[in-house]
Nanobody, 125 residues
Framework: QVQLVESGGGLVQAGGSLRLSCEASGSTFSRYAMGWFRQAPGKEREFVAGVSWNGGNTYYADSVKGRFTISRDNAKNTVYLQMNTLKPEDTAVYYC??????????????????WGQGTQVTVSS
């Protein structure tokens, strides 16, 4: 069982930055992939970014490539999402997710076994 706790969301103006954090429980965090997803009102949950077990491989949705950076600190059991040049269309609830069965991240939500509670990101124009 893995528990995930996100933090760092909030309200920011367009063009601003936020950094989300997600701390995981357990002693095997360094062995598996992690992902960030988001869900806007009335829309399906969508992949944002994923990182492999050791941070060596990262993947991004086209909509955030060049603006967002995913990283992890295995010593702290934490994955981060640095979000720069935010746009109003980035407004959503952001979720981190864990896939203990894989070392490389997947882009589909149903591949992940554990989810955080979500943190709201609101970007004003």
């Amino acid at each position: 069982q893995v528990q995930l706790v996100e933090s760092g969301g909030g309200l920011v103006q367009a063009g601003g930055s936020l950094r989300l954090s997600c701390e995981a429980s357990g002693s095997t965090f360094s062995r598996y992939a992690m992902g960030w997803f988001r869900q806007a009102p009335g829309k399906e949950r969508e992949f944002v970014a994923g990182v492999s077990w050791n941070g060596g491989n990262t993947y991004y949705a086209d909509s955030v490539k060049g603006r967002f950076t995913i990283s992890r600190d295995n010593a702290k059991n934490t994955v981060y999402l640095q979000m720069n040049t935010l746009k109003p269309e980035d407004t959503a609830v952001y979720y981190c997710a864990a896939d203990p069965g894989s070392v490389l991240p997947k882009r589909t939500a149903n591949e992940y076994d554990y989810w955080g509670q979500g943190t709201q990101v609101t970007v004003s124009s």
